[in-house]
């Protein structure tokens, strides 16, 4: 049962400079079930395409094109169900826990908000039992709950958050960057628990990273993002493994796996920086930096062509193993 | 065509003057700030011109021609006062003692607090904490009881009046100036003079009081507001110069003298303006600095 | 973990202390601040006798070493000996006392009014920045705060006192109580809290101008936050958003700022208790000026001072209640 259909998504931001596209068409789908990642540089769109699932843009923004959680486009929906569509129907967990949590308040207090918001009918007594319910399923103490953020580790602090986006027991979960901001070994503990509790509790997740190895290895299917496109599209581990757009070979060479041979020889970085989107480059937006661009890569914007069983991607070299570079 | 090669001196030179350049074009963004400066402009050409176009000797209570407050004419354009003068000659210099003063005591209270505020920030260990405390310790002592013992006791002049109220706010520069030099400090291009050897002063004068400075420029344009409004509060309360007219001490004057009851209102309510309109252009030119100097000021705009 | 975080208490209660203690020395100071003879030094260009010189030689204790002087001059400050007043011939602490209370009920009428507005204010005008209101509700809090508090005074005086044009002059010209009337009675009280009314609106536009300016600055800040974001993507309404979240956070800058600009409340209450006549503190500061009443203005300088140190602690402890990452 698809939960999340995103189709043909454009954001443009309204800034004191001009129009900002943000989101040039994206297309999206994510079932129960299933994790989906999203993965891309900072600049490229993920988070703009996050928060529109939960309509966060500032009344400035355009939107165009559709979201639908369950069936209900989100970008037409009224006040009141896109209230109740928040965090009942499909919640976030967002980076940077420290300065996302509201730092006067106890965290269980936090957690149990929304709850005591979309299901006024439980008690404050239930209310705290539901908080330690989900607290535990993160693998936090109970007594976490009377703590304040700034009295909580920095992986404390982000469990919190998973705990918080699981308290109404939504249907699809947006993790935005969660683990970025912590360190290693806390980050692959914080990912297990996510995806543990995603295969168990059958909710759907998009999972957005600019690491492309975190989501090769936790991800059924990833989406790959540049400049406010998709330009690749398959299954993760497939992806990962063996990428056919350019920019997806530079960015799973930028988080090798450890033990990878071929990761101790070749260079991972990429020359220059993401494409300003308000001054955009010509037909394909990352023939600047691309290490094998072809002449008519400038003038062509490529469409998403098959790239293999189940996978697209959106270059001109794909599909076109024959042709010789020129 | 090959570009002559610059010195130092000269490199730093014009980028001073394009920041300069640069800093006038954002204000000048800055509606509220222009006006400000346009009403400043006003008042200070007034207030410099006062020889020109308001006789000096109007001055004088002993020449007086005009009647006891009497109300607006064409000879008198704003009344009398309750001697006689011609309220708009009052007020015109009037403007000259409160600019000056204000100036003054914002000049005392500014050299004060940035020599504090910069070695309190700059100097670890016991020198700075105490200087910090005495900071502290003195801000809290409210302003006006303090400007009231002092002024009683060193006796009412021009001088002692400016030095009364630089005395008494040099604390808020002092903490504001502190913090600033605090982040500086942090920052590596110090630790590397430091490496290099540059002693306290020359740490202190060439590389945290630049960096400071534009902070303590907006910070002097409030100071200055602050400055007038005190002066005119302790000449409405007599510890003013006796001798000198002075915004403040029109004001004492229409109190005492009972403006209010026989509805002199030319006397009450033209240097209340003035007051206000001088110390709003002070503030509304030291808020568009804020914004100007502060960058995490200007992302809310 | 301690509830008040005791650590920051007693910091915090230290250095009242240590402001307080700083305060006396420098009462101390103040009238040995220009070099020779303290009493010549005062007494020069006024008239005093023989008998003033006498008197405050002896209170100054001017025939004692320096040291001892200021051992004295503790021990008589602890133990509420402030001195004689010139004008009243009375003991300084006794006329403090006995004009405490109108000074009290005006400023703390005035501020308690002046922050629950102000605060108010400054967060519909943050909240709807750009509006109408917050563009006229900023422009006349710069206006007001531009000008003198007692001028203010002088203004609704002339206006509602006097009366202008077609508004009559219905309210009372100064003073605390109409001739006559007894304070504890019903009828007394209330033409008190009549007289009362005027100079409790000035201090009250007064202050209220500079706290919503303040409120407004705080919550413009808070607003960028990513918590906010937090708690709209839980689908809380704006008003919630804004009650619950951000305004907790945006008080605390705001709290340390109007703790910061108590000592001027006192500047403003000398002022308008003089406009309005009113028999408090400071209208006794005032009129201690004309003499002047050396041993009065110390005795007052001592009190309001003491009063803003006060006044700082209990705003630092209310903070901790607030903010709990102070606590620790």
Redesign the interface.
């Known amino acids: 049962m698809t939960l999340l259909q995103i189709r043909d998504l454009e954001v443009v931001y309204r800034t004191a400079s001009g129009p900002l596209p943000a989101v040039r068409g994206v297309n999206l789908e994510v079932a129960a079930g299933q994790s989906i990642g999203l993965a891309g540089e900072s600049g490229c769109g993920k988070s703009t395409v996050a928060s529109t699932i939960?309509r966060?843009q500032p009344a400035s923004a355009e939107l165009r094109g559709q979201v639908l959680v369950e069936g209900e486009d989100v970008l037409t929906m009224r006040w009141a169900p896109?209230?109740?569509?928040?965090?009942?129907g499909a919640?976030?967990v967002?980076q940077?826990a420290l300065?996302?949590?509201?730092?006067?308040?106890r965290v269980g207090r936090q957690i149990a908000?929304?709850i005591r918001?979309?299901e006024p009918s439980v008690s404050a007594g239930d209310a705290a039992k539901r908080v330690d319910e989900v607290l535990e399923q993160v693998g936090l103490p109970r007594s976490r709950a009377r703590a304040?953020p700034?009295q909580l580790s920095g992986g404390q602090r982000q469990r919190v958050m998973i705990a918080m986006a699981l308290a109404c027991r939504p249907r699809l979960v947006i993790a935005d960057e969660p683990t970025t901001a912590l360190d290693v070994m806390v980050q692959a503990q914080v990912l297990k628990q996510l995806t543990d509790l995603v295969h168990d509790l059958g909710i759907g997740m998009l999972l957005i990273s600019h690491d492309l190895s975190v989501l090769g290895s936790t991800c059924d299917r990833v989406a790959v993002m540049y400049a406010g496109r998709v330009v690749e599209e398959g299954a993760a581990a497939q992806v990962f493994a063996d990428p056919r757009h350019p920019y997806s070979a530079a960015l799973a060479r930028a988080f090798p796996r450890i033990g990878d041979p071929l990761a101790r020889f070749g260079p991972s970085g990429l020359p220059g920086d993401p494409p300003d989107p308000r001054d955009l480059p010509t037909g394909c937006s990352f023939h600047p930096r691309c290490p094998v661009v072809l002449s008519s890569c400038p003038q062509i914007d490529p469409p998403h062509v098959p790239a293999g069983p189940g996978r697209t991607a959106a270059c001109l070299r794909v599909g076109d193993e024959e042709r010789e570079p020129g | 065509m090959t570009t002559p090669r610059l010195t130092a001196r000269q490199v730093v030179r014009r980028r001073r003057r394009d920041s300069a350049a640069r800093n006038w074009a954002d204000f000048r963004g800055h509606k509220s700030g222009v006006i400000g400066l346009g009403i400043l402009i006003f008042f200070v050409v007034a207030a410099l011109g006062a020889p020109v176009w308001a006789d000096a000797s109007g001055l004088k209570v002993t020449e007086a021609t005009g009647g006891v407050l009497e109300s607006p004419s064409f000879e008198f354009l704003l009344g009398t006062d309750d001697n006689g003068r011609s309220v708009l000659t009052l007020l015109i210099w009037g403007a000259r003692l409160s600019l000056f003063v204000g100036l003054l005591a914002t000049a005392i209270s500014m050299v004060i607090g940035t020599l504090v505020g910069v070695a309190s920030g700059h100097f670890k260990g016991w020198a700075g904490s105490v200087l910090f405390r005495l900071t502290e310790w003195f801000l809290v002592i409210p302003f006006l009881p303090l400007a009231i013992v002092l002024a009683s006791v060193l006796g009412a002049s021009l001088f002692n009046i400016a030095l009364v109220i630089g005395i008494t706010s040099w604390p808020g520069t002092a903490l504001l100036i502190r913090a600033q030099t605090l982040s500086i400090e942090e920052r590596p291009f110090l630790e590397r003079a430091r490496a290099l050897g540059a002693g306290h002063w020359h740490q202190m004068t060439r590389h945290v009081l630049p960096n400071v400075m534009p902070m303590v420029f907006a910070n002097t344009t409030l100071t200055v507001a602050i400055a007038i409004l005190t002066e005119t509060t302790l000449s409405f309360l007599g510890l003013g110069d006796p001798l000198r007219v002075s915004w403040g001490s029109m004001l004492d004057d229409a109190f005492s003298s009972g403006a209010i009851t026989t509805g002199a209102w030319w006397f009450l309510i033209p240097p209340g303006v003035c007051v206000i309109l001088v110390v709003l252009s002070f503030t509304l030119i030291g808020r568009a600095l804020e914004e100007i100097f502060n960058p995490r000021l200007r992302e809310r705009g | 973990m301690n509830p008040l975080g005791a650590r920051y208490v007693l910091g915090k209660v230290a250095g009242s202390l240590g402001s307080l203690a700083f305060m006396l020395v420098l009462n101390f100071f103040l009238f040995r601040v220009l070099p020779g003879d303290p009493v010549r030094t005062l007494a020069r260009n006024r008239l005093v006798s023989e008998k003033q010189i006498d008197e405050l030689t002896r209170t100054l204790g001017l025939d004692q070493s320096l040291p001892q002087q200021f051992v004295t001059y503790l021990q008589n400050t602890f133990t509420g000996e402030l001195g004689l007043s010139f004008k009243y011939r009375q003991p300084v602490a006794d006329l403090i006392l006995d004009r405490m209370w109108p000074t009290v009920v005006l400023v703390g009428t005035g501020t308690v009014l002046a922050t629950l507005i102000g605060l108010w204010i400054g967060v519909r005008s943050a909240w709807n920045r750009g509006s109408r209101f917050d563009k006229y509700s900023t422009g006349s809090s710069l206006t007001v705060y531009a000008m003198p508090e007692w001028w203010l005074g002088l203004l609704l005086l002339a206006v509602f006192s006097v009366g202008v044009g077609p508004i009559p002059g219905i309210f009372p010209t100064g003073g605390l109580i109409s001739p006559g009337v007894d304070p504890t009675s019903v009828q007394g009280v209330l033409d008190q809290a009549w007289h009362l009314t005027l100079p409790v609106l000035t201090v009250t536009l007064a202050y209220l101008a500079d706290y919503s300016l303040i409120m407004r600055s705080s919550l413009l800040d808070e607003m960028g936050?990513?918590?906010l974001?937090?708690?709209?993507?839980?689908?809380?309404?704006d008003a919630k958003v804004r009650r619950d979240?951000a305004v907790?956070?945006a008080l605390?800058p705001a709290a340390t700022l109007v703790a910061l600009g108590l000592g001027f409340v006192v500047g403003g209450a000398i002022t308008i208790e003089t406009v309005f006549s009113i028999p408090g503190l400071g209208l006794l500061t005032t009129e201690a000026l004309e003499v002047p009443d050396f041993p009065l203005l110390q005795g007052t300088f001592i009190f309001f001072s003491a009063a803003v140190i006060a006044a700082n602690l209990a705003a630092n402890l209310l903070y901790a209640l607030?903010?709990?990452?102070v606590r620790g």
């Open positions: 939960l966060l896109l209230r109740t569509l928040r965090w009942a919640s976030m967002f940077g300065h996302s949590l509201n730092p006067v308040r908000e929304p918001l979309h304040y700034h | 936050s990513d918590y974001v937090t708690a709209r993507a839980k689908g809380l309404r979240h907790p956070n605390l607030l903010d709990p990452r």
